[in-house]
């Protein structure tokens, strides 16, 4: 079971952070990734961290956005700063078993190679 939280509305150049609690089963070994799903459009990958926690962005958000993920907690976190519209979306968190694929050599970004997707939480940033 994962269960998103700390989405919401804000303002274009202000900061959010989502949080994602796992339980139910144990991830060890899992890589954990962050995605998004605007209206009309294709859940995407946003961030990933593997189990060694190497941390994996997309191009439209690094530098801006910071994923951690504390297993002694069964959380993960998602810090978003410096929003913008573009980034209203419903947001979730999952898991995956590979840690490295190519051609990075980190998590997949691809949508199903994740599986046990929570709820998810709104992000809404206005102009």
């Known amino acids: 079971l994962l269960v998103e939280s700390g989405g919401g509305l804000v303002q274009t150049g202000g900061s959010l952070r989502l949080v994602c609690v796992y339980s139910?089963?144990?991830?060890?070994?899992?890589?954990m990734g962050w995605f998004r799903q605007a209206p009309g459009k294709e859940r995407e990958f946003v961030a990933a961290?593997?189990?060694?926690?190497?941390?994996f962005y997309d191009d439209s958000v690094r530098g801006r956005f910071a994923i951690q993920n504390f297993k002694d907690k069964n959380t993960l976190y998602l810090q978003m700063n410096s929003l913008q519209p573009e980034a209203t979306a419903v947001y979730y968190c999952?898991?995956?078993?590979?840690?490295?694929?190519?051609?990075?050599?980190?998590?997949?970004?691809?949508?199903?190679?994740?599986?046990?997707w929570g709820q998810g939480t709104q992000v809404t940033v206005s102009s």
């Open positions: 961290i593997t189990w060694s926690d190497s941390t």
């Open positions: 999952a898991p995956t078993p590979k840690n490295s694929v190519p051609p990075s050599g980190g998590p997949p970004t691809s949508r199903y190679e994740y599986h046990a």
């Open positions: 139910g089963r144990t991830f060890d070994g899992y890589a």
